[in-house]
């Protein structure tokens, strides 16, 4: 059983921790030290910083991560950012 289960209050706030562990049970697979790492490099979810810690909003992280998840795709040919199931030009 996961310890962090996935908040269902999009103000919760998570530890870095709990955070990659509510993305993962939520299907974005996450380690703490990818959230990390991404602090470090700015391109990763926003935080804040209470005392020594990393504090993520739980709202936060989910919009962070379904911005950074392709669109729908119908083949694994599709390269483009529309789907082929619109009317040609």
Known sequence: MNPYP?????????GREAAAAALTAAGYVTSPSTLATKATRGDGPPYRIFGKRAIYRWGDLIAWAEAHTAPLRCSTSETRKTSTLEAPL
């Open 6 to 14: 996935i908040p269902e209050n999009p103000e919760a706030l998570l």
